[in-house]
């Protein structure tokens, strides 16, 4: 096996719909920047991700670099990602950055489904989470309204500093 593969887990714990929406802003915040810093810029590898789980109403962050074994260690990846962190944090973390957010998300959350297949699938994950909240859309778009630049810090400070599970892959 000639590839590397870091995922790094930052685990926030039992959320409600309000956490999830300041957490869905994180990641919107940060999956274009995070892919420009670490693929593009440090040409880290050839797959750099970011996503948001939610493993049975326990909120989390998971990034994922996949890069040649030859070329960085994982130990190098695993920097790389927590140095990315401290650099958006300190200075790409803007009041106009959150609200562009913000207004990304209610946009998506307030199209209505295209399809049946769209419909079915959404309300289908409910029940398959058993959390039953059919119209979380509407709800998550009432405190989007609400989320600022302090709700986003306030989420993300404890979230990169607590609860970290990092899966490293090792090629030879």
């Known amino acids: 096996m000639q590839n590397t593969l870091v995922t790094n887990y930052y685990q926030s714990g039992p959320g409600t719909i309000r956490e999830h929406a300041v957490m869905e802003t994180i990641v919107l915040l940060m999956e274009e920047p995070i892919f420009d810093t670490l693929r593009t810029q440090e040409q880290l590898g050839y797959a750099v991700n970011m996503t948001l789980r939610n493993t049975y109403g326990v909120f989390g962050l998971s990034v994922t670099v996949n890069t040649q074994a030859t070329k960085f260690t994982a130990e190098h990846v695993d920097q790389r990602i927590e140095n990315f962190f401290q650099e ?3 200075d790409h973390l803007t009041e106009e950055a959150v609200a562009e957010a913000v207004s990304s998300l209610i946009k998506l959350k ?3 489904d295209v399809t049946l297949e769209e419909e079915v699938g959404r ?10 909240v059919f119209n979380r859309n ?4 009432t405190f989007l309204k609400e989320i600022g630049l302090e709700d ?6 404890p979230l990169l ?3 970290k599970l990092s899966v490293q892959v090792v090629g030879s």
């Open 161 to 163: 500093s607590t609860r």
């Open 123 to 132: 309300n289908w994950q409910e029940i398959m989470s058993k959390e039953y």
């Open 110 to 112: 307030l199209r209505a």
């Open 152 to 157: 986003v810090k306030s989420a993300l400070g």
């Open 88 to 90: 958006f944090l300190a």
């Open 138 to 141: 509407e709800r998550e778009v």
